[in-house]
């Protein structure tokens, strides 16, 4: 199983560069280098999205499209420490009217970085998101990076804490981009998601 082949063709610092409302869309978000850029690469089986170990390295918007089916949206990160604040609030911004103006978006993958769990950023994104009515899946990734028993723990937790909110349908998911582990799964949730 395949995703169709995957190109930039927008990036976007202000709303009035969203590119037109053609296609379904699925966005990536989450704090700051928990892997977002790197799983949108693990799931079209290609390198375009450029990625760094360095926390902050997307700072638009950016829309790939899959083919001519579907767009995938790579975000910034949220809850990143050394980005200036007023680069903070203009990113909030920008991604708090993504979401509440795209009549194209279908779910939002929100991504977590297994390690860590769900953190107070994630809390808030998930606050505004859930009040937004955005369809939401969560998606526990850099999972190569904890022990099996760890990782069971975490998925408790994190499952736990995800009761609170309406619009979480499903359970969470475990991948790792790097080793590839989960990721045909997300793959067919993202098709299934986009009528593919
Ligand atoms: P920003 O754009 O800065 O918000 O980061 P991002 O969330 O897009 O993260 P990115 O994909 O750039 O990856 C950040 C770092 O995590 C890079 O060094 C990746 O190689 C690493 N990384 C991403 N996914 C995985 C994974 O599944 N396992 C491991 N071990 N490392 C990963
Ligand atoms: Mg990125």
Same mark, same amino acid.
């Given at each position: ?12 610092? +202000?709303?009035?560069?969203? @590119?037109?409302? &053609? ?34 390295? !997307? &700072? ?11 767009? $995938?949206?790579? $975000? @910034? ?10 680069? %903070?609030? /203009?990113?909030?911004?920008? =991604?708090?009217?993504? +979401?509440?103006?795209?009549? !194209?978006?279908?779910? +939002? ?9 769900? %953190? ?10 859930? %009040? %937004?009515?955005?369809?939401? /899946? ?6 190569? =990076?904890?022990? @099996?028993?760890?990782?069971?723990? &975490? ?7 995800? /009761? ?7 359970? @969470?998911? $475990? ?7 989960? +990721? ?13």
């Amino acid at each position: 199983l395949e995703l169709p082949h995957l190109s930039f063709f927008a990036g976007a610092k +202000i709303p009035s560069s969203f @590119p037109p409302e &053609r296609v379904s869309e699925v966005a990536f978000v989450g704090r700051s280098n928990v892997g977002k850029s790197s799983l949108i690469n693990a799931l079209a089986d290609t390198t375009v999205v450029r990625t760094s170990d360095k926390p902050g390295l !997307t &700072r638009q918007i950016n829309f790939y499209a899959a083919g001519k089916i579907f767009n $995938m949206v790579d $975000m @910034p990160g949220y809850g990143f420490a050394y980005v200036k604040e007023e680069e %903070k609030t /203009q990113w909030r911004e920008l =991604m708090e009217t993504y +979401i509440s103006t795209r009549k !194209t978006l279908r779910k +939002i993958f929100v991504i977590v970085d297994a390690r860590h769990g769900i %953190k107070l950023a994630d809390v808030e994104f998930l606050e505004v998101l859930d %009040k %937004k009515g955005v369809e939401i /899946q969560i998606v526990l990734t850099k999972c190569d =990076m904890v022990i @099996p028993p760890d990782l069971a723990r &975490r998925y408790v937790v994190v499952k736990e804490k995800l /009761q609170h909110y309406k619009n979480v349908a499903d359970d @969470p998911l $475990m991948v790792s981009a790097r080793k590839k582990t989960g +990721i045909l799964k997300l793959r067919k949730e993202v098709l299934r998601t986009v009528d593919a």
